[in-house]
């Protein structure tokens, strides 16, 4: 399976002076697309002898602005660094060990004969920034837990869109060009045996698109890039009857089904981020104390171990960059000298475990994203058509005013989209102008891709899609925005 892309043995990580994002799509596809256990093989867990589990997973970004000296594509945290009085930037060195300091402590906690596991999530854009500054000391920490066999089964990295792009607003056909870039990076960081690892898939911004035709596309998009599971955020699944999830289904692996306008279908397994402070939760450790008052629970005929499931940013705010340092470790020495029944997982670990044990898909409960229940309820799915299911939504706009179609994320107060429309139709406007010059194009010779030409607007693209520039509001960030339109559409000009 493999052998076809041995050719390539590694990637560059750069290439003209640019992040590797895209040229090798055949070969990563090859490579990502296999159902082989990933951490079956090495797990020190045996269900039968677990009461409850938990899995946390720390988000890490920083966007790429264009505010080097001369205007240079640089990341936000080396604007920081370089600007150290404004705002908050006098954490930039604080960030930066937090980027670091896992490659640190699970060694640590391995080698005392602790069991730990971790998630983590790195954006394409805080990769490259780290790249772009030189700071090898992070990266290799990070390769030390990414390719030493040693510490795999206790780190489980997951993909995410490259330049953390929240899926709602993104333009359909750059969803999985995010995704690719983003598989693209981490291969040439980390190598493709990293990258075949990759199994699990993290929402930038825990955004999870409703409209049907996005969902659909999202995760059709996702299973062709050999993803098998994704985290999704409580409130933003309902049942399929529009009811929210009962409290047991949230501790175990949920089916996601989406329909498109078509009345197509399509799933992915979910693994429920329980509501919450997310940061505070994670730092604290919350989720390993909310586990010990778990236990088993019903799966189908079976019966397993339930699973607290938690994201948090790993850098941002005090209690991350403070509390999580004094409040990681001990868990795990706590769990060690106790022989304790709660233990720590992975996502795809306790997928893996789940399904040796006999659990089959059929046996989750099912879910779909939040507001979809009033669609289908009108539009029976035998009888759904682009035009009736657009009606439809937009009669529920008029009619509704709990109803939207901007999906749900970290809090349901933000929307990346109202009030934005100055970031965003240029976003939509640079979008269609690279696939007008580039589809046909790569249609007819697919190496196209691996051109400087196409890397650099492809670049633009995703940069402009950055989450961040909706994020803090207008002003220097939506010029950040502006500017990298200006100059991808020069490009593409």
Not at 35 to 46: D, G, H, M
Not at 73 to 82: G, T, V
Not at 102 to 114: A, K, R, S, Y
Not at 464 to 493: H, I, M, N, P
């Amino acid at each position: 399976m493999i052998a076809a892309a041995q050719s390539v043995k590694v990637l560059e990580v750069t290439r003209s002076g640019l992040p590797n994002i895209c040229g090798w799509e055949a070969e990563i596809e090859q490579i990502v697309n296999h159902n082989e256990p990933i951490f079956l093989p090495q797990t020190n867990l045996n269900l039968d002898q677990i009461k409850a589990g938990f899995a946390c997973a720390l988000h890490m970004h920083q966007p790429t602005i264009p505010a080097g000296a001369n205007g240079e594509l640089i990341s936000n945290l080396q604007y920081m660094f370089e600007h150290q009085g404004e705002g908050d930037n006098h954490n930039a060195g604080v960030f930066a060990w937090c980027y670091s300091r896992m490659g640190d402590w699970i060694p640590e906690l391995v080698n005392h004969g602790c069991n730990p596991r971790i998630m983590l999530d790195y954006s394409g854009n805080l990769l490259w920034g780290l790249h772009q500054m030189g700071r090898n000391d992070v990266l290799d920490n990070l390769k030390k837990i990414a390719c030493d066999p040693n510490y795999q089964p206790y780190v489980e990295f997951l993909g995410t869109m490259w330049s953390h792009a929240v899926v709602p607003s993104t333009p359909i056909p750059d969803i999985k060009l995010q995704i690719q870039a983003w598989q693209h990076y981490f291969a040439a960081v980390f190598g493709f045996d990293a990258l075949k690892r990759v199994k699990g898939f993290s929402l930038p911004e825990m955004h999870l698109p409703n409209h049907p035709d996005t969902l659909f596309e999202y995760i059709k998009a996702l299973k062709e890039c050999g993803y098998r599971w994704l985290m999704v955020q409580e409130h933003s699944v309902e049942r399929l009857d529009g009811s929210g999830l009962w409290h047991d289904d949230k501790y175990v692996p949920n089916c996601l089904i989406a329909r498109n306008s078509h009345g197509e279908t399509i799933s992915i397994t979910a693994l429920i981020k329980t509501q919450g402070s997310d940061t505070k939760l994670v730092a604290q450790m919350q989720p390993y104390h909310e586990a010990k008052g778990r236990g088993k629970q019903q799966l189908g005929n079976h019966t397993v171990p339930a699973c607290v499931t938690q994201i948090a940013d790993g850098e941002n705010g005090g209690v991350m960059m403070n509390e999580y340092a004094r409040d990681f470790q001990p868990v795990w020495y706590q769990i060690k000298d106790s022989n304790s029944d709660v233990v720590g997982f992975n996502g795809t670990e306790y997928i893996e475990l789940l399904e040796a044990a006999g659990v089959k898909e059929e046996d989750y409960p099912t879910c779909q994203a939040v507001g979809q229940h009033k669609i289908w309820q009108r539009v029976a799915p035998n009888q759904a058509t682009p035009e009736a299911v657009t009606k439809t939504i937009q009669d529920l706009n008029e009619t509704d005013h709990q109803f939207h179609m901007d999906g749900a994320s970290w809090t349901n107060d933000l929307s990346w989209v109202r009030g934005y429309e100055n970031v965003l139709e240029p976003m939509n406007q640079l979008s269609a102008m690279f696939h007008q010059k580039y589809d046909a194009l790569v249609a007819q010779n697919a190496s196209i891709t691996q051109s400087s030409e196409y890397l650099e607007a492809l670049l633009y693209v995703m940069l402009v899609e950055t989450s961040c520039f909706r994020y803090w509001g207008q002003g220097t960030w939506t010029d950040y925005a502006r500017e990298l339109y200006r100059r991808g559409e020069a490009l593409l000009k």
